[in-house]
């Protein structure tokens, strides 16, 4: 079974899924990354800026529904993916078909913007129009009914670090 992991920016999806792929022998594989990639841009940041977020979106979607195809993989979902058209869709026939648990790994507002200040926000655009950590707490309760209503698991990160979230993620 795959093991997807959803949430904000900031709540160490990446980290998390690269540490978890390692422990239970599955490829890790980052959903940004692949976006980029496809996009051909360094990072999903730079590829939302140059060609906007509808074609970011779908070139996203495309990865995902790529990467879905694969088995034995944790996958670092971007914050926004669960929110494309589609994204929801996929990501419930594959809970639906058993091949794939989705854990939210949820924050506080508080917990994101301590995270993201020790992170380069160049790298990170705004998707408010707001700063980056002055609009956390508007895009959280936009997406958190999201991100619940997709989650199998949904596992509070604040205060944890990522080996010890990792570790509790091999018990699911």
């Known amino acids: 079974m795959n093991v997807l992991l959803i949430g904000m920016r ?6 998390i899924a690269s540490l978890l792929a390692t422990r239970i022998r599955r490829t890790y594989v980052d ?22 977020e509808s074609a970011f979106r779908a070139a996203e979607l495309e990865a995902l529904r ?11 979902l ?7 058209s589609g994204a929801a869709d996929l990501i419930n026939a594959s809970r639906a078909g058993k091949r794939a648990i ?9 917990t994101l913007r ?5 992170t380069d ?20 309760a936009q997406r958190d009914s999201v991100y619940t209503s997709l989650a199998d698991e949904i596992m509070d990160v604040d205060g944890e670090t990522t080996a010890a979230i990792s570790t509790r993620l091999t018990t699911i």
């Open 10 to 15: 900031g709540c160490g999806k990446s980290s």
């Open 31 to 52: 959903l940004d990354t692949m976006t980029a990639t496809r996009l051909n841009a360094a990072t999903a940041g730079q590829a939302l800026a140059r060609v906007g």
């Open 66 to 76: 790529v990467s879905m195809q694969s088995q034995r993989f944790v996958l670092a």
């Open 78 to 84: 971007g914050g926004g993916t669960p929110l494309a």
């Open 102 to 110: 989705v854990v939210y790994l949820r924050a506080t507002p508080a």
């Open 114 to 118: 301590a995270r993201l200040e020790k």
């Open 121 to 140: 926000l160049s790298q990170r655009p705004s998707l408010t129009g707001r700063g980056v950590l002055e609009e956390i707490p508007d895009v959280l």
